[in-house]
């Protein structure tokens, strides 16, 4: 039996078994904008599921002839993030083979994933009304601001340019924008000025029948740090606060961005994890998810509330956390969603009597591309104070742009047994890249 596929579907298609054989003892939906290496993940237990991936072309490119072979379906799909065809595909294939869970890891998946389990009457995962607490950021500052004493930027939804106007006109420069539901600091900027205002209005194209869909708030001077762990039955079970280096929003002016683990004696470190676990409360997210969370601490020392995600943090981060707390956010949560046993044999010591792993400080360090050709790589064996790298791409890989702040032609994880030794360490690593590479500009092409 065929696979049906409305006009013009997904460009590639591969069926080795429509039905579902009794062998299977469940049917998982995967749904992926982005590479996660589900089928290492799965192990052994890939032979017992039956598997179908919905993804994006790009997703598809990344996976060798192994990853394929261990999934029954996968359909690729050009513009994946805005194509409509990929709930409508799975819709289809659940009809014939109905799936018992979905599983989604990135951001952008999230909502699309709600409403199918919604439709599809799947238990397991989040609800739509519980993954909008934590993609919309409007609805998110407003429960954080109203039900708890926590301190949050001024903030107003902006559903058309006025909007903007209006909210500088009565709190002055500078403001921040973004997508109320964005991620990676994608479409956002930081209006310092009027002639960044007019800017910014030349790009904002206002849809007729649809509001702009963004938020404007105050910008908060201050060191921002990220907080990660994950929660389950509603109580935190690991959290720690790492201090960014560089600003995500300045993705595409940096050379790089960087995050260090907050050495256990710093008295930031309890106040932050206090201040992001009233947040999780107070959103009340599922039964298990890992988050990332930030947070500013300006010149005054006050915490100043930025934004929390239900998902794993972005760059290096979760080989941060591995390394760290030898927990693999990830893998645990989709094992969650496919309702499968959770390997962590730590699932319920809470966050207070957890012991690290690593007792030094941990970074992960996220180089950006130069606009050209990387005409030559460095080493295989980098300095003793990384412990890992990771290049992205071949020499001979082209850059002509910069996506994301998540766009990164390499990824370092660094340790030191201080804060002042690992953020020296990060600088450090930097420049060894730095000069152990070689680029053609794209001029000289």
């Known amino acids: 039996m065929s696979v049906p596929a409305p006009p013009s579907g997904p460009v590639k298609k591969q069926n080795r078994n429509p039905s579902k054989p009794q062998q299977y003892d469940k049917t998982v939906l995967f749904l992926a904008s982005q590479y996660f290496p589900y089928a290492e993940w799965l192990g052994k237990r890939s032979k017992s599921i039956y598997t179908v991936l919905l993804c994006s072309l790009d997703v598809e490119k990344t996976m060798d002839f192994g990853s394929k072979r261990a999934f029954n379906v996968i359909q690729s799909f050009d513009n994946y993030q805005n194509n409509n065809r990929v709930e409508f595909q799975a819709l289809q294939l659940h009809a014939i083979t109905p799936f018992d869970h979905i599983v989604c890891l990135s951001e952008e998946d999230m909502i699309r994933t709600a409403h199918l389990r919604s439709k599809m009457g799947i238990e397991i995962g989040a609800d739509v009304a519980t993954t909008e607490r934590f993609r919309d950021k409007v609805l998110m500052k407003?429960?954080?601001?109203?039900?708890?004493?926590?301190?949050?930027?001024?903030?107003?939804?902006?559903?058309?340019?006025?909007?903007?106007?209006?909210?500088?006109?009565?709190?002055?420069?500078?403001?921040?924008i973004k997508p109320k539901q964005g991620y990676g600091s994608v479409n956002t900027s930081v209006i310092r000025d009027e002639e960044k205002l007019l800017q910014v209005l030349d790009e904002l194209v206002e849809q007729v029948d649809s509001p702009l869909e963004m938020i404007v708030e105050s910008f908060i001077s201050g060191q921002m740090y990220h907080v990660d762990g994950y929660m389950y039955q509603n109580e935190v079970k690991m959290i720690w606060p790492s201090a960014y280096v560089?600003?995500?929003?300045?993705?595409?002016?940096?050379?790089?961005?960087?995050?260090?683990?907050?050495?256990?004696?710093?008295?930031?470190?309890?106040?932050?994890?206090?201040?992001?676990?009233?947040?999780?409360?107070?959103?009340?997210?599922?039964?298990?998810?890992?988050?990332?969370?930030?947070?500013?601490?300006?010149?005054?020392?006050?915490?100043?509330?930025?934004?929390?995600?239900?998902?794993?943090?972005?760059?290096?981060?979760?080989?941060?956390?591995?390394?760290?707390?030898?927990?693999?956010?990830?893998?645990?949560?989709?094992?969650?969603?496919?309702?499968?046993?959770?390997?962590?044999?730590?699932?319920?010591?809470?966050?207070?009597?957890?012991?690290?792993?690593?007792?030094?400080?941990?970074?992960?360090?996220?180089?950006?591309?130069?606009?050209?050709?990387?005409?030559?790589?460095?080493?295989?064996?980098?300095?003793?104070?990384?412990?890992?790298?990771?290049?992205?791409?071949?020499?001979?890989?082209?850059?002509?742009?910069?996506?994301?702040?998540?766009?990164?032609?390499?990824?370092?994880?660094?340790?030191?047994?201080?804060?002042?030794?690992?953020?020296?360490?990060?600088?450090?690593?930097?420049?060894?890249?730095?000069?152990?590479?070689?680029?053609?500009?794209?001029?000289?092409?």
Request: net charge negative.
């Open 142 to 176: 407003t429960m954080v601001d109203e039900e708890i004493n926590l301190i949050v930027p001024r903030f107003s939804p902006v559903d058309c340019p006025m909007d903007l106007i209006r909210y500088i006109d009565q709190n002055g420069y500078p403001v921040v």
């Open 246 to 445: 560089n600003t995500v929003v300045d993705f595409e002016t940096n050379n790089f961005i960087a995050g260090y683990s907050l050495h256990k004696s710093n008295p930031l470190v309890i106040r932050i994890q206090e201040n992001v676990r009233d947040t999780l409360y107070c959103l009340q997210g599922d039964i298990f998810y890992p988050f990332h969370a930030e947070v500013w601490v300006t010149p005054e020392d006050e915490i100043v509330f930025c934004e929390v995600a239900a998902r794993t943090g972005g760059g290096g981060i979760p080989v941060q956390m591995l390394e760290l707390f030898a927990v693999n956010l990830s893998k645990t949560y989709m094992q969650y969603q496919c309702g499968e046993e959770m390997t962590l044999n730590t699932l319920d010591i809470p966050y207070e009597q957890r012991e690290a792993a690593n007792p030094n400080c941990v970074a992960w360090l996220f180089v950006y591309p130069k606009i050209g050709t990387i005409e030559k790589l460095p080493p295989p064996v980098p300095p003793s104070y990384i412990l890992s790298y990771e290049a992205y791409v071949p020499e001979g890989h082209t850059y002509k742009s910069r996506a994301s702040c998540g766009d990164a032609v390499s990824c370092f994880i660094i340790e030191g047994s201080t804060e002042e030794i690992v953020r020296e360490n990060i600088f450090k690593a930097h420049e060894w890249w730095e000069e152990n590479t070689t680029w053609v500009q794209i001029d000289d092409l």
